[in-house]
């Protein structure tokens, strides 16, 4: 069976996570797609405390994705201990797929530019596809570059061109913080643990 990874810290998890999601499952007819909060992402490694509590990271995704029997919840990086590679994550899960399932790996263009710079890159596009979504204010992902930086990236990789989401989660933790509504971001079971448990509440207006 193929199924998409959409990872990341989903602090919280918000509807830009979900439009995402579903346009994946769309596009390529993923019968499933695994959202995969991190652990201890190595480029945060540094700031472990400016990321929420895994518990409530994970009750806020269990609460996001509820409403869709495709999107599945998985603990696979958490349960891993020191810094999380995405190369890591792929191949354990790949362990446990079976012959000829495919993994479409979902990352912003962002990200997918700076593909170079990650752990072991040359490695994970061998063991997935990369499924690229817009990011705003980021430009389209010059692929012929990356080619020459990463030799066969672009064979590996689907570009979508939407949704364009202008969703930050930041911004969302700034907004919670002063009070202010996030129902136009994040769905309302999510807001609601947000307000019960007094998330946010230190950050920096």
């Known amino acids: 069976m193929n199924i998409g990874v959409l990872g990341g810290t989903f602090d919280p998890i918000h509807i830009g996570h979900l439009k995402v999601a579903e346009e994946a499952v769309a596009r390529l007819d993923l019968p499933r797609i695994l959202f995969m909060p ?9 700031n472990v405390n400016a990321i929420s509590p895994v518990q409530h990271r994970l009750e806020m995704v269990r609460l996001g994705i509820a409403g869709n029997p ?8 958490i349960e891993r201990s020191g810094p999380t590679y995405t190369v890591d994550t792929i191949a354990q899960l790949q362990s446990q797929l079976g012959a000829g399932d495919e993994i479409f790996f979902i990352l912003g263009w962002d990200n997918l530019s700076q593909l170079p710079r990650w752990h072991k890159p040359e490695r994970l596009i061998k063991m997935c596809r990369l499924v690229a979504v817009p990011r705003v204010d980021f430009p ?19 570009l979508f ?7 930050n989660a930041s911004e969302i933790r700034r907004r919670a ?5 996030i ?6 079971p999510v807001e609601r643990y947000i307000k019960e448990h007094g998330l ?5 207006a």
Do not use: C, M, N
């Open 140 to 158: 389209l992902p010059d692929l012929p570059a990356l080619e020459k930086e990463l030799p066969g990236i672009a064979e590996r990789v689907i």
């Open 183 to 188: 129902s136009d971001f994040v769905p309302e």
């Open 200 to 204: 946010y509440a230190k950050e920096k």
């Open 177 to 181: 913080a002063r009070g202010l509504s």
């Open 38 to 46: 991190a652990g201890q992402p190595w480029l945060k490694a540094s």
């Open 161 to 167: 061109d939407k949704p364009r989401i202008d969703i």
């Open 70 to 77: 495709r999107f599945k919840l998985s603990t696979l990086e």
